[in-house]
């Protein structure tokens, strides 16, 4: 596998996006990187129309990637064009999670007051400055207030203080939070090369799968489920891949077996009825939202998705009776 040819990884990789401290140009001067470094230089000389432009050039030419959205989501935010900006945004989403948390993060970083916790363990650690333990649970609280970067620190000190190699996997996803896929991989690979865990095969996976490398995700997920076969939130991710793939009947055994190991998890029957629309299995879908809503008949969401498709199936009846239990429920709240 060459990823140095993926252009969803060298991409995020590169850390090319607007206003950003963290470049990392790529030895590899592809099409990709070099409309990348085109924009990213343009609003390094303020000349942010032609960046626009740029960037609007690029997802023309590389429709597919989330990166270039992400890019013009960034600079018309900076340009106070809010509603081009949240469009842009939702596509990126769309196409890879993790720049949702990107995104997040840039807009949120700095924004939030450091509660108690956070400043009891930086007191502390001024006293104990080599406790890695007091650096761990302080990058934990650094992930809530979205302080990624210091997170990132205190997982290395922790690291270089104890070499423990779990803390890898915790600093691996937030690498992947910031989209340093490059770091991610690094690290989950040092830990699976040492020391292999379900943990590290599932994050792997996940960063697998975000950079559309699918047969190396399905691999890692056949890895985690040989650690572990009763673990569901690999089923769950694997399950989300093969619907993203199309492999439907592969989605439904895998969200089929995590009810057959938590039967009272109303919200496996929701991802499974979601697969059986998508192949108009009208009659399974609708037994599974009746499964939800049995184990969770507060949620007024799950009505009106009955309601939706007993209307297709012919049940009239069926259908007002859950659209006016649907009302009840949203006046309620």
């Not at 900076?78 to 993790?98: C, H, I, L, P, T």
């Not at 979205?146 to 620190?153: H, Q």
């Not at 095969?201 to 950079?211: D, G, Q, S």
């Not at 199936?313 to 239990?325: L, P, Q």
Request: proline share 2%; hydrophobic share 40%; net charge negative.
């Amino acid at each position: 596998m060459t990823l140095q040819a993926n252009n969803y990884y060298i991409l995020a990789s590169s850390q090319l996006f607007p206003f950003s401290a963290a470049v990392n140009p790529s030895t590899e001067e592809s099409d990709v990187i070099k409309i990348a470094k085109e924009a990213y230089d343009f609003v390094l000389n303020k000349q942010y129309t032609e960046a626009l432009q740029s960037y609007s050039k690029a997802i023309s030419l590389f429709p597919e990637q989330p990166f270039f959205y992400a890019c013009r989501s960034i600079l018309h935010r900076f340009n106070g064009d809010d509603e081009s900006s949240f469009y842009d945004y939702q596509v990126a989403k769309r196409m890879d999670f993790n720049y949702h948390h990107y995104l997040e993060w840039l807009e949120n970083q700095g924004e939030m007051l450091e509660s108690e916790e956070l400043l009891e363990i930086t007191k502390s650690l001024v006293v104990q400055p080599d406790n890695a333990q007091l650096l761990i649970n302080r990058a934990m609280l650094q992930v809530q207030h979205f302080n990624y970067a210091e997170a990132i620190s205190d997982y290395s000190k922790g690291f270089v203080l104890n070499n423990d190699t779990t803390i890898l996997i915790s600093r691996a996803a937030i690498y992947m939070y910031v989209l340093q896929y490059d770091k991610a991989l690094s690290d989950l690979n040092l830990v699976l090369e040492t020391n292999p865990s379900l943990d590290a095969y599932l994050y792997r996976a996940k960063l697998y799968a975000a950079i559309k490398e699918y047969d190396a995700a399905l691999k890692d997920f056949d890895a985690a489920l040989q650690v572990d076969n009763q673990n569901t939130a690999i089923y769950e991710e694997r399950a989300q891949l093969f619907e993203q793939l199309e492999q439907f009947d592969k989605a439904i055994a895998d969200y089929s077996q995590i009810i057959s190991q938590n039967a009272d998890d109303f919200y496996a029957y929701v991802l499974r009825a979601d697969i059986y629309e998508k192949t108009e299995n009208w009659e399974e879908a609708i037994a599974d939202y009746t499964s939800a809503i049995q184990l969770n008949p507060y949620y007024s969401d799950l009505y009106q998705y009955r309601g939706t498709l007993l209307e297709k199936v012919g049940d009239r009846a069926g259908a007002e009776a859950d659209f006016a239990k649907f009302e009840e429920l949203e006046e309620e709240d």
